[in-house]
Nanobody, 114 residues
């Protein structure tokens, strides 16, 4: 399983960005897909996740600002990030959870300037 993430970049506070992640390879075992982030000096944390039946889960810090969605036909997961804050600055990682393995994409930098 390979994950290729797109998006990220530099945006001013209050702006929006959209991340996308395409899954290729033996993807039939994948159930949950999501995004994690890691800021400098911090641990990697869950941002949002979505199951194959559309159930979502969000970190409290991004609820009502971020929206995760999944296109099973395209094997792609999206993260729409609105009303971005400087504290959202981090490297964002796409994640796919199979059974029993977890897969990670290369991180993409999101920087929010104040």
């Amino acid at each position: 399983v390979q994950l290729q993430a797109y998006g990220g970049g530099l945006v001013q506070a209050g702006g929006s960005l959209r991340l996308s992640c395409a899954v290729s390879g033996n993807k039939f075992s994948i159930n949950v897909m999501g995004w994690y982030r890691q800021a400098p000096g911090e641990q990697r944390e869950l941002v949002a996740a979505v199951t194959s039946d559309g159930t979502t889960n969000y970190a409290d810090s991004v609820k009502d600002r971020f929206a995760i969605s999944r296109d099973n036909a395209k094997n792609t997961v999206y993260l729409q990030m609105n009303r971005l804050k400087p504290e959202d600055t981090a490297v964002y990682y796409c994640n796919a959870q199979g059974s029993p393995l977890w897969y990670w994409g290369k991180g993409t930098q999101v920087t929010v300037s104040s």
